[in-house]
């Protein structure tokens, strides 16, 4: 039998999140993870992840871009939604869409 879900406490990820004496890609995955929603989409207010990884906005890009890379985030992941991948989330009751995401097909930005 394959179990569907682990349960993890938002703040045990938040908290390594924030953590200095984590590796920075680790503290982003995890306040990623800390955030997730039913969507797999984490919500940041802009600016929030260069505060919380202590970098700037190309550090955390870099970031985003490894995250990718290492499949912790999909490729629609940007510095103010991290997006989990599918194979880690159960998105079989979204009906709503990313609000970020709405608006960054239209060309602006949602902060």
Same mark, same amino acid.
């Given at each position: 039998? =394959?179990?569907?879900? %682990? +349960? &993890?406490?938002? %703040?045990?990820?938040? @908290? $390594? /999140? $924030?953590?200095?004496?984590?590796?920075?890609?680790?503290? *982003? =995955?995890?306040?990623?993870? %800390?955030?997730?929603?039913?969507? /797999? &989409?984490?919500?940041? +207010?802009r600016?929030?992840?260069?505060?919380?990884?202590?970098?700037?906005?190309? /550090?955390?890009?870099?970031? $985003?871009?490894?995250? =990718?890379?290492?499949?912790?985030?999909?490729?629609?992941?940007?510095?103010?939604? *991290?997006? @989990?991948?599918?194979h $880690?989330?159960?998105?079989?009751? +979204?009906?709503?869409?990313?609000p970020? &995401? @709405? =608006?960054? @097909? /239209?060309?602006?930005? %949602?902060?």
């Open positions: 039998m =394959v179990d569907r879900y %682990a +349960v &993890h406490y938002r %703040a045990g990820w938040e @908290a $390594i /999140g $924030i953590d200095e004496s984590t590796p920075k890609l680790t503290r *982003l =995955v995890a306040l990623a993870y %800390a955030r997730t929603d039913s969507r /797999g &989409h984490a919500r940041f +207010v600016g929030e992840l260069m505060q919380k990884l202590g970098t700037n906005k190309q /550090g955390v890009q870099k970031l $985003i871009e490894r995250a =990718v890379r290492d499949r912790w985030l999909t490729d629609l992941s940007c510095s103010e939604c *991290l997006v @989990a991948p599918e $880690i989330t159960d998105r079989r009751y +979204v009906t709503e869409s990313c970020v &995401h @709405a =608006v960054r @097909a /239209g060309g602006e930005s %949602a902060a």
